[in-house]
């Protein structure tokens, strides 16, 4: 049996994710918000981790988020998009959350736009993915249930 089973994990995701399978498909692919929901809950099952899942478009809700993950869950996966390049508030919640974090991108924030490349969110991060649409989560949730099984070792 896996270390991580029955681990709680958040993903969490930022601002106009909710648009995903419309907004710019050339840049982030036709795959829903809904679909990757799935896909996470699927992956989670699959590595023994309770996916909470959860979407906003409010900087202090995603903080507010992050600091009840703290307290309640083992480890947080997080799309923080936009608030990735500005929010040193978020980053300073994940900071403090004390429990594993993989940042994830569903584009390759470092062949973007300059002011995207710097993220706040990697300076709390344990791990980061970018570049693999939709499977980034995958293996976000994969490498999560990787640190979670090796965490006391």
């Not at 929901?37 to 996916?51: A, D, I, K, S």
């Not at 470092?110 to 791990?127: G, I, M, Q």
């Amino acid at each position: 049996m896996s270390r991580a089973t029955g681990a709680r994990v958040l993903v969490v995701n930022g601002p106009n994710l909710n648009l995903l399978g419309r907004r710019e498909p050339e840049l982030y692919g036709a795959t829903t918000l809904d679909e990757i929901e799935t896909l996470c809950r699927t992956t989670g099952e699959e590595h023994g981790l309770l996916v909470d899942f959860r979407q906003s478009n409010h900087e202090g809700v995603l903080i507010d988020t992050v600091q009840e993950a703290g307290r309640h869950a083992h480890g947080i996966v997080i799309n923080a998009a936009g608030y990735t390049h500005t929010s040193v508030a978020l980053r300073d919640a994940l900071a403090a959350a004390g429990i594993p974090i993989v940042e994830v991108h569903l584009t390759n924030i470092h062949r973007r736009e300059a002011y995207r490349r710097t993220s706040f969110v990697s300076e709390a991060a344990d791990a980061v993915i970018c570049g693999a649409g939709a499977h980034g989560y995958v293996l976000a949730l994969t490498h999560l249930s990787h640190l979670l099984e090796n965490k006391d070792r």
